[in-house]
């Protein structure tokens, strides 16, 4: 429906009225449509062509909606609610759009009957509250100890992707890389950072089984002087630098007047003490491995190998990091400053491995490291880039977990089951707010009648079916398997989603549907540019009349 436009001058115009409601509701829904099929184990998969003219196959919510570029300022909201549900929980990036697009759909009934937007959100957010007290109820903890248990709960959560087809790969590997990097913190609470010190190294080549979570770092470089230095050293002492071993090159242009032709050679001779200064502070503590961010001079590489040291230069400062803790070394920042306790002894093995056409820097075989590197392996990038997507999920739901161990049903059978209580509870609610009190209990039901869908059984017979399960409150572990569009007992099946994600889900998309509802005006400040005309122009002959007689030329 268009929105009436009030032109307040040439540059501002103004959507204003019941039909901006409309508009948001619409554009909210068509948001939610595009990535509906991609829900559950059988769904769809997109294939996107990205601004560099790269092809992107997945049906990762969040990773669709990232490549669309919408007009409308509702839609783009919506996109918004997926990278905020995928940098939080990391999980849930389809289902929260699902749901924000059906909340909006039940509330333009009421916005038809000319209810006030206050009114909505005021039950929505009461609806928001009992919902989460359900959950709580039906919620029930885990063990993050018990490795079964937590694989199952991570296989679970990543069944719908595209490596669900790899049995439990993608979450050993997602439970191990978490483990490593976990720090407790004292009273129950975990730190668990994998935006930090996990690095997913992906190397095209070999197959999807050969991934593995290394006790260690691997970084994309080699030894200096690989003719002079050692490539593999056990139990190295390995020393982390943040500055160069070079001589200081001057800030802005630098000039020298040389006199007499001694000075050069004693320009030289500086330099040179300068370096061997350098080396002798660092062959002192007798390190085997230093590693720095900055350049490394060739002088200096020789004075490293003739103490038998090896070298590797130009690090990132995100991996010198991980090597930090994993090894146990301090990162210093003037060789003057060391002292033996910034020395790192905490690895067991250093080597270089030439991997295809490139080679590989291993720290591995660590006595306690608090970072790792995923190794991952397999046919295309297409591929690589797509396992790591849903191996970040998987590591953001063994996170989740982690940090609150706690399950509730999946397949639908949480939603169902707050649906539920939320139809009975409705009959407790007075005045008006009992309307859209009870329309948040419907729109609940859009995840399992969406798995219905996406796995192509008759969606009504069994959306009926599962609604008469769920009227009784012994059954709230029922759901539909995604995979036969059945309906069974989730916790027989072993499905089950993470309370921290589905709790943020209706978080996110009640209080986004609420936002929308408040806009009433649309006010944009933007002008047009007008679209050139089709037609040619024809040339424009002046007439004696339109000929400026200053302008004539004398004849």
Not at 111 to 132: F, G, M, Q, W
């Amino acid at each position: 429906m268009q929105a009436p436009v009030l032109v307040l001058n040439d540059a501002v115009k103004r959507e204003s009225g019941k039909n901006v409601h409309h508009a948001n509701i619409q554009a909210s829904r068509a948001v939610a449509d595009i990535i509906r099929t991609t829900l559950g184990p059988r769904a769809m998969l997109k294939m996107l062509l990205d601004a560099g003219g790269g092809i992107v196959v997945t049906n990762d919510g969040n990773a669709i909606l990232r490549e669309l570029d919408l007009a409308h300022p509702a839609a783009k909201s919506m996109i918004e609610l997926s990278r905020t549900q995928d940098e939080e929980v990391g999980d849930g990036t389809t289902s929260v759009i699902v749901l924000a697009g059906e909340m909006l759909y039940v509330a333009e009934a009421f916005i038809d009957k000319s209810y006030h937007p206050t009114v909505i959100c005021r039950a929505y957010n009461k609806a928001l509250e009992d919902a989460i007290a359900a959950l709580d109820n039906i919620s029930v903890p885990i063990d993050v100890n018990d490795r079964q248990s937590m694989l199952s709960m991570v296989k679970s959560c990543i069944g719908t992707k595209f490596t669900g087809q790899f049995g439990t790969l993608i979450a050993d590997l997602a439970i191990d890389a978490t483990t490593l990097v976990s720090v407790d913190l004292g009273n129950g609470l975990h730190e668990v950072d994998i935006k930090k010190y996990v690095k997913v190294e992906k190397i095209p080549g070999g197959q999807l089984e050969d991934s593995k979570v290394l006790r260690g770092v691997m970084f994309n470089k080699d030894i200096v002087t690989p003719g002079k230095m050692r490539r593999r050293i056990v139990n190295p002492r390995i020393m982390l630098l943040d500055c160069p071993l070079e001589y200081k090159k001057g800030e802005n242009m630098t000039n020298a007047e040389l006199m007499n032709e001694d000075d050069w050679h004693t320009l030289l001779k500086m330099e040179e003490e300068y370096i061997l200064k350098l080396c002798n502070q660092i062959a002192s503590f007798k390190p085997d491995l230093v590693i720095t961010e900055k350049g490394l001079s060739d002088l200096a590489c020789h004075y490293l190998s003739k103490n038998n040291i090896s070298a590797i230069r130009r690090v990132r400062k995100t991996d010198n990091n991980r090597i930090a803790k994993v090894c146990g070394a301090v990162i210093v920042n003037r060789p003057d400053e060391l002292q033996e306790s910034d020395i790192g002894t905490g690895a067991g093995l250093f080597e270089v491995k030439k991997i295809g056409d490139e080679f590989f820097a291993f720290i591995t075989e660590c006595k306690d490291p608090k970072a790792c590197t995923v190794l991952l392996r397999g046919a295309s990038k297409d591929l690589l880039n797509e396992v790591e997507r849903n191996l970040q999920d998987a590591m953001c739901v063994a996170r989740n977990m982690i940090k609150n161990p706690r399950l509730v049903p999946g397949g639908g059978a949480a939603e169902m089951a707050v649906s539920a209580h939320l139809k009975q509870k409705s009959s407790f609610v007075e005045g008006v707010d009992k309307w859209p009190y009870e329309a948040v209990a419907r729109a609940l039901e859009a995840i399992p009648r969406t798995l219905a869908q996406n796995c192509g059984v008759n969606v009504i017979r069994t959306m009926t079916a599962l609604q008469a399960k769920h009227a009784n409150a012994d059954n709230a572990w029922f759901g539909i398997d995604g995979n036969t569009g059945v309906i069974s007992d989730m916790k027989e099946l072993g499905i089950w989603d993470a309370y921290n994600v589905k709790v943020q889900t209706f978080k996110t998309a009640i209080e986004a549907a609420c936002m929308l509802l408040r806009i009433d005006d649309i006010v944009s400040g933007i002008k047009k540019k007008q679209a050139p005309s089709s037609t040619p122009s024809k040339p424009q002959v002046e007439d004696e009349k339109d000929v400026d007689s200053e302008q004539m030329i004398p004849e």
